[in-house]
């Protein structure tokens, strides 16, 4: 059940690639990035406006939930007019936001700046970022998934200082306005996301009627490794065509078959009940250090130490991701990945000392680099780059609710019980139970896929089926004496529509 | 000699650094932990160990060890009064004692344990913020009782102290004291062969402005705060720097420029509205307490919204340059990728024209 590497021709795997990667390197450094290195001014400004602390902290929640929220938005836009405008929209969207906040007198209008408008132009940066990859990579995608994920710590730790300094030199106000203009930086990030593949979808509009079944079949193989699952949902998609149309408007914004498909229902539930304990130890890493007597700079340099390791392992994560062993299981990968973060979680009430503090902040750094880095990668292993879109879309507002729950469960049972190992205890539960129900799930699902690559075999080598066409017209060069007479103004019609491609 | 000092031992072993560190701050983010923590200093501040409860609860959390320069560590003992002889008093005792002797006021004992004859001498710092009693003494190491001839004079600048209670290995004096004249730097010097000498420095609690200068713009509004920790102060006052001066800030007089609030008695807030770059500089907050004032600095920086509008425009820029850039690349490489591909298609339709005719003729060749 592994991926079909030769089939797609066109993927650069590559060359202008590269250039894509860095630019989502940049695009995912800010969206994950900024609600947290803000975190800086929230001191000033709860004195300016007077407010308490928990009123100020929900402008990041805001951010980070609309972020996460508006992703199927993102989606359908991403569907309609491709990953470049959309995330140069972002830019500009995120730019206004922040220079609209700089010029605030309350804290409400900070929600709405800070919160809501920046947030949705990072949203709109997150999801596309992540969609082009699937589009540009197939046989290097986990590196790239991993290098481009590898944004975050970065701009992290990029974003921590110079947050400091602007504020030192130019006060809150001042501080936003530059922001906003750094975000503006996303534009560039969205100009090297040249549209690549977006006439494949164009390719199936213009089919000739008897061609249909086989050239739509021809491009899923193409553009997803995983067809026999997807084969099902397409063919039935295809007859509800002729009949309601609306419903195939709506699943071509934004794809609700997946719900259907049996892998991405997997993936939801697992990632959905491990973003509960994801987020929460890093959030309450610092006060834990301060709580057992660590002075504030060595707490605020664990977290560093976090940052660095986890820059280091997103990469090299995805080289491992990549490499021939790992790759057809890649699952299993991740839901091991899980599941050690969550015993790191487990483990760490044991650690006493700064120094058992700092083993913790390693391995946790390793496991977080390590999931983050295949977050992605394993959803487009699933589901195929095709339907990716609407799958991070969906896969994201699911995401939301755990993710803003996680934090304060927390901090609920630490004011409980006045303890911090029973969050701990709590987040690293969660993380293995999750990693256990993937690995068991995703092994019950390659067995699945396995067989129906199966059926899918033996349905082929039957002669009179025409799908035996296809295998052979994989070869675009190679002209097959079998092929009848009605296919050679078809083979001529798609090399015409590959000139079209071309040409835009 | 032991069980005169278990008297004494009977008294408390206080975190009374904290206290003189600064405390713990009023964080928001305050764990339980802390919380009790800082109940406890309070508590030491103002009963002085009269509670015997309190007495318990500190002992449980610990001494603190005063190391300065080398010198060997020594103990701080916050304990009960000892001036009436027999150390061997109870509690409850003591606390009848000190019901009788003393009136409102409260009673605190500081001692110190000289270092012998290395020579260094020991400085302790001792806040104060109401009318207190004190005992200061002290007290030699018994490893050092071989020394003969010893002399001990207390002295407060030049003045020296009469009433010097003597025990066993320690000498100590009483103070009282009431206002800001009493405060300052009392020294005990034990002259024998060698001199050894401590200091005890009573202060006002110290108050904490803002190292960095707060910067805001002209036409904004500016909120300066300042905190005490631990102890309350009387009264609140503001104070601005105009050249050398130092001129109170009248909230009431100029109430549109400034709004003087006290959110709690440990803190207070300075709003000051529609800046001006002539509102640029330093202002004082100062705390009054029963012995004295004390003051914390800010600075204030007023900045013109050109400033930081330059590097934004400098990064718009950037942006725009770096877009352009990367747009004109594709549309060269598009170019440049249509011309190869319409040499490929000639080449492919001569191609096709020729399998073509070939296959026509084959066809054809059929039938």
New interface residues.
């Given amino acids: 059940p592994s991926a079909n590497m030769g089939r797609a021709p066109g993927l650069p795997d590559g060359g202008w690639g590269w250039a894509v990667v860095f630019g989502a390197f940049v695009s995912i450094g800010f969206a994950y990035a900024f609600p947290k290195g803000i975190a800086i001014f929230f001191k000033e400004i709860q ?2 406006f ?1 407010t ?2 928990s009123e100020i902290a929900w402008v990041s929640s805001i951010m980070l939930a609309t972020t996460y929220g508006a992703g199927p938005i993102s989606s359908i836009l991403v569907n309609r007019y491709g990953s470049r405008p959309v995330v140069i929209f972002g830019g500009l969207l995120c730019g206004i936001g922040m220079v609209s906040a700089a010029f605030c007198t309350s804290i409400l209008q900070l929600y709405i700046c800070v919160g809501f408008i920046t947030g949705f132009g990072l949203a709109l940066n997150l999801q596309p970022s992540v969609i082009i990859i699937g589009k540009y990579f197939l046989k290097r995608r986990p590196i790239a998934n991993g290098l481009a994920m590898a944004g975050s710590p970065v701009m992290l730790c990029t974003l921590a200082p110079l947050n400091q300094f602007l ?5 809150w ?3 936003f ?2 922001l ?3 975000l ?2 996303c ?2 990030a969205g ?2 996301f ?1 549209p690549i593949g977006a006439a494949r979808a164009s390719v199936k509009t213009q089919a000739t009627q008897e061609g249909k079944d086989a050239l739509k079949e021809e491009v899923t193989k193409d553009a997803m490794e995983m067809s026999s699952p997807t084969d099902v949902p397409m063919e039935t998609k295809m007859e509800e065509e002729e009949g309601k149309d609306c419903c195939e408007k709506i699943n071509q914004y934004l794809d609700f078959s997946l719900f259907k498909h049996r892998g991405f229902l997997i993936y939801l539930i697992g990632n959905v009940l491990m973003f509960l304990g994801f987020f929460a130890p890093i959030v309450f890493l610092a ?1 834990y250090a301060k ?1 057992i007597g660590i002075d504030e700079y060595s707490a605020a340099f664990l977290l560093s130490i976090l940052a660095i390791v986890d820059m280091i392992a997103r990469p090299t994560t995805g080289i491992i991701a990549n490499s021939k062993w790992v790759r057809p299981r890649i699952q299993y990968f991740f839901s091991f990945s899980i599941a050690f973060n969550g015993a790191c979680h487990l483990l760490c009430p044991l650690a006493s000392g700064y120094t058992g503090l700092v083993v913790y902040s390693v391995f946790f750094g390793l496991a977080f680099g390590m999931v983050c880095a295949m977050l992605f990668e394993t959803l487009m292993d699933l589901v195929g780059a095709a339907r990716f879109t609407s799958a991070v879309g969906l896969v994201t507002i699911a995401e939301c609710c755990t993710i803003l729950l996680g934090p304060p469960i927390g901090g609920t049972l ?2 409980t019980f ?1 303890d911090y190992k029973y969050m701990f205890i709590k987040c690293g539960a969660v993380m293995v139970l999750a990693g256990t129900f993937l690995f068991i799930m995703n092994y019950y699902n390659y067995r699945m896929l396995a067989k129906e690559e199966k059926e899918r075999k033996a349905k082929e080598e039957d002669p009179k089926s025409v799908r035996t066409e296809n295998e052979g017209r994989n070869n675009w060069n190679k ?1 097959t004496a079998q092929d009848g007479p009605e296919l050679e103004p078809l083979r ?1 019609e798609q ?1 015409g529509l590959k ?1 079209e491609v ?2 835009t | 000699m032991p069980a005169a000092f278990s008297g004494k031992r009977l008294g408390l072993l206080l975190l009374l650094c904290l206290s003189l560190s600064g405390g713990s701050p009023a964080d928001p983010t305050m764990t339980p932990q802390d919380a009790s923590q800082s109940q406890a200093n309070s508590l030491t501040k103002m009963q002085a160990g009269l509670n015997g409860e309190s007495s318990e609860h500190m002992t449980t959390t610990g001494t603190v060890n005063w190391q300065s320069q080398g010198s060997p560590s020594h103990h701080l003992t916050l304990g009960h009064n000892v001036s009436t002889p027999g150390p061997d008093l109870t509690t409850q005792e003591f606390k009848q004692a000190i019901k009788a002797n003393v009136s409102s006021v409260t009673f605190v004992e500081y001692e110190v344990l000289l270092p012998g004859v290395s020579g260094t001498s020991i400085e302790k710092n001792i806040t104060l913020d109401s009318a207190t009693g004190i005992e200061l003494s002290c007290r030699l190491d018994s490893k050092y009782s071989y020394l003969k001839n010893l002399q001990m004079t207390w002295k407060r600048g030049n003045e020296t102290i009469e009433h010097i209670n003597k025990t066993e290995n320690s000498w100590g004096i009483q103070l009282k004291i009431l206002d800001n004249s009493k405060l300052g730097s009392y020294s005990c010097t034990l002259k024998g062969e060698e001199e050894i000498s401590a200091i005890f420095h009573l202060q006002v609690p110290k108050i904490e402005g803002k190292e960095k200068p707060i910067v805001s713009y002209e036409g904004d509004t500016a909120v300066m705060i300042c905190k005490s920790f631990g102890y309350t102060p009387i009264a609140w006052t503001w104070y601005r720097t105009n050249g050398s001066e130092q001129i109170a800030i009248n909230d009431s007089l100029l109430a549109d420029k400034y709004v003087i609030n006290s959110i709690s008695a440990n803190v207070t807030h300075l709003k000051i509205l529609k800046l001006t770059g002539e509102d640029d500089g330093v202002y004082w907050c100062e705390a009054a307490f029963e012995l004295g004032k004390s003051k914390g600095r800010l600075k204030l920086k007023v900045l013109s919204f050109m400033v930081p509008l330059k590097p934004f425009l400098a990064i718009v820029a950037e942006v725009v340059i770096l877009v352009t850039i990367i747009f004109l690349y594709e549309m060269y490489s598009k170019k440049k990728c249509a011309e190869d591909e319409k040499e490929f298609d000639q080449v492919e339709q001569l191609k096709s024209e020729e399998s073509n005719g070939l296959e026509n003729s084959a066809r054809h060749r059929k039938i």
């Fill in positions: 004195d300016f007077g308490s602390y504020f030192d030199n130019f006060g106000r001042g501080s306005l530059i906003g203009a750094i503006l930086n534009c560039v100009a090297l040249r006060p709580h630490i004011d006045g002209e001529e090399e000139k071309n040409g």
